[in-house]
């Protein structure tokens, strides 16, 4: 059966998903230049960069399972790109060149209406003004029997856990310190949702958590 999934969502010690002032220059904030080690140094990243090698351990692991299975994505616009507002034109095209590491569609959460945007590998943009739950809706539509994952940031993840929408998610924790940022899970009542942890492994550079309803 098709889930609704969060993977490979990274989180501080002291549970931020990304630092203060974030920029084009700094697109994770402030500080936040190790958050995401564990899973730039895996093989699996390495290959969504067109690059050989990387490690293979139980980061790895996780890092594989994150990209399996997918039939669609749904994201915040912050993910999207550092734009604030209105869009001024059709120029910015994400963080990931001409080739996204997606390669199926892409549900966009913004407020400003835009056309879709079909890029090389399979990955096409679709920009949602109708909220959440418009954007799952499309998602699933198009992932057929194929899961949904929903990426970052941390805003457009506690709207879905919010919702109850996620069945899994996979937080990796970092030994990273940062301060000040975005804390997703502040106020939230993970269990009073429903999830459970149900597998904590310890990473070459990061701690895997696994929860699940139920």
Known sequence: MAKVRVNAFTVSVDGLAAGRDQSLAQPMGVGAEGLHRWLMETRTFHAMMGKEGGSTGVDERFAAQSMEGLGAWVMGRNMFGPIRGEWPNDEWKGWWGDTPPYHCPVFVLTRYPRESLAMDGGTVFHFVT???????????????????????????????????????????????LLGQ??????????????????????????????????
Do not use: C, N
């Open 130 to 176: 109708g909220g959440i739950d418009e954007a799952l809706a499309r998602a699933k539509d198009a992932a057929g029997e194929r899961d949904v994952r929903i990426g970052g940031g941390a805003s457009t993840v506690r709207q879905y856990l919010q919702s109850g929408a996620i069945d899994a998610l996979h937080i990796a924790i970092s030994p990273v």
């Open 181 to 214: 940022g975005e804390a997703p899970f502040a106020g939230l009542d993970l269990p009073a949702l429903g999830y459970r942890i149900m597998e904590h492994t310890q990473g070459e550079h990061a701690m895997h958590l696994v929860l699940a309803r139920g």
